[in-house]
């Protein structure tokens, strides 16, 4: 059956490539890039509902944003489609100069009005990537008076709340929700009042490097060069981008020469890849973390003795060096890895007799019954089978529940799950308020709150001190005074056992044909294919 998969892709190839099946087999193109990846969460291509870490990577190469976050330096940005930008001294206000000269695929001109429209469009439509904004103040309602373009130059964009604006920046050179889009073009497709919404789930209105040809669900999309893109032309003719699920498959294409990139490869396949002279694999560092979680809501680990028993009884050190390899890296801070705001590593190790002792504190000489809930795929499900090793040596025993993402993350909205393993926290924004946000932050604990983008309040954990500390952080504009309270706030949440327990920080690894020169894979997934080229 995989043999056949693999002919079937190998034809498809041909037929889009207009190539016989012997020079397929042979050599991509050399002109061209074909990536294999998996598109079933490619929902939409509308950036105001682009969520998931493959339509951050399509968009990205047929739109610019304003400003971009520097790939090999993500603590960098650099300017896009604004030359420039100034804060002013309170932090509320941000002012863009724009560039002049550029071109959407359409060849309309592209002017303030523009990115004022595409920003203001999110909160009007209120999809899912409207949620980041809403969490800085902006409504539907006061986003035409906050952000505007005075001059075909010039936008502004007032802050409506206190908040630190290099978050709102890093927002702007991330989030999908800020690629800039073709007013007139979007417009003249619109439909009863949609702001071009159905016209957008599959068709595009960019400046980007490429221009979308064609796009067929769970199938194939085409990407050809943008000869009048502002920064001069892409190096490559052609983007063609493969829906493939097999990692078998994947591994035997790459091997073969038959892609140039492949996404989403089981470890054992891409192990088995580094044993060979003709890939490359590269390791991207994504922005969210694996971890386990208990319901602080519910009996026993309501109690802290209990929870800090539950963090002596993982073997994190274990857990990273036999099941995280190609997955993570370890981590147990609720914050990225890498910003300066983190704290060095607590050092938690499996600590058998010291999780038996606290659980005997708590009540619990003989341990408890429990589940885990987990994914069935690796790394979650072997992350939960070593949670159950080392929890049964202290008496907790516990079964594994496995099922889909909603079942799994379902009961955690709902807060009747007791163990989670997980994976979340915050965008792609290089700042710790993304993290803690996420993770921790939960300014309303009852269960009508439903406050379910917080996973502090779906764990049930709650401190009114750590919620204010990451406030006032938030709105602290003394750069010191600020690392001074993130470190608080880590702190804090050590001393407290909190519910959620980081284990691994997310990598992504990307396998490459040695072929394929100048890939820079991006931990905010806006990978960008303009100066992508192959070996001559």
């Known amino acids: 059956m995989k043999t056949l998969s693999t002919l079937r892709a190998g034809l498809l190839l041909c037929t ?98 523009d990115a004022a429209w595409s920003l203001q469009r999110v909160l009007k439509l209120n999809r899912a990537l409207a ?39 890093n927002t702007l050179a991330t989030s999908p929700s800020a690629f800039i889009l073709d007013r007139r073009e979007v417009l003249a497709h619109q439909r009863d009042g949609d702001l071009g919404a159905s016209w957008l789930n599959t068709h595009a209105a960019g400046s980007g490097a490429f221009k979308l040809d064609v796009w067929r669900a769970n199938d194939v999309i085409l990407m050809n060069r943008f000869d009048g893109y502002w920064r001069g032309p892409a190096k490559l003719r052609r983007v063609v981008m493969r829906h493939m699920t097999e990692s078998q498959t994947l591994r035997l294409m790459v091997m073969r020469g038959d892609l140039d990139v492949a996404r989403g490869m089981a470890a054992s396949d891409i192990q088995a890849l580094t044993r060979t002279d003709e890939v490359v694999v590269e390791q991207v560092q994504r922005g969210t973390l694996y971890y386990v979680a208990v319901n602080a809501r519910k009996t026993p680990f309501a109690d802290i003795r209990v929870r800090q028993a539950i963090r002596a009884a993982i073997d994190y050190q274990g857990i990273d060096q036999v099941v995280m390899p190609h997955y ?62 080392t929890f049964a040596r202290v008496g907790i025993k516990a079964s594994i529940v496995t099922g889909t993402g909603n079942q799994v993350y379902g ?101 490459l044909h040695r072929d394929v020169l100048a890939y820079q894979g991006h931990s905010a997934a806006t990978t960008r294919l303009r100066d992508v080229h192959k070996q001559p």
């Open 131 to 169: 949620s980041t904004w809403k969490a800085y103040g902006f409504t539907a309602t006061n986003v035409d008076q906050l952000i505007q373009a005075p001059d075909t130059r010039t936008l502004v964009i007032e802050l409506p709340q206190p908040t630190d604006p290099l978050l709102v920046l």
């Open 328 to 389: 993570g890296l370890l981590n147990q801070r609720p914050l990225q890895l890498g910003l300066k705001a983190l704290l060095p590593q607590p050092g938690y190790r499996l600590d058998i007799e010291q999780a038996r002792r606290l659980l005997a504190e708590a009540g619990y000489p003989q341990g408890f019954t429990t589940t885990i809930r987990s994914l069935a795929d690796p790394p979650f499900i072997n992350i939960a089978t070593n949670l159950q090793a």
């Open 16 to 113: 889009l490539l207009g190539a016989t099946p012997t020079a397929v087999w042979a050599e991509t193109p050399r002109d061209q890039l074909i990536v294999g990846m998996s598109m079933v969460n490619l929902l939409s291509l509308d950036p105001a509902s682009a969520t998931g870490l493959e339509v951050a990577e399509v968009g990205a190469n047929l739109y610019d944003m304003l400003l971009e976050q520097d790939a090999e330096h993500p603590d960098t940005l650099v300017p896009a489609l604004a030359e420039s930008w100034t804060v002013s001294a309170d932090g509320r206000r941000l002012t863009f100069v724009l560039r002049e000269g550029v071109r959407f695929h359409s060849g309309n001109a592209f002017s303030a009005e």
């Open 411 to 511: 009961a955690m909205r709902d807060r009747t799950f007791e163990v989670i393993v997980g994976r979340g926290g915050g965008g792609a924004e290089r700042h710790p308020h993304s993290s803690l946000r996420a993770l921790v932050y939960n300014p309303d604990n009852r269960d009508e709150a439903r406050l379910t983008n917080f996973q502090g309040w779906r764990t049930g954990f709650h401190d009114a001190e750590i919620n204010e500390l990451i406030e006032q952080a938030e709105r602290e504009r003394d750069p010191g005074r600020q690392l001074a309270l993130y470190a608080q706030v880590q702190e804090r949440y050590d001393a407290l056992a909190g519910a959620m327990l980081p284990l691994s920080q997310m990598v992504d690894e990307i396998v």
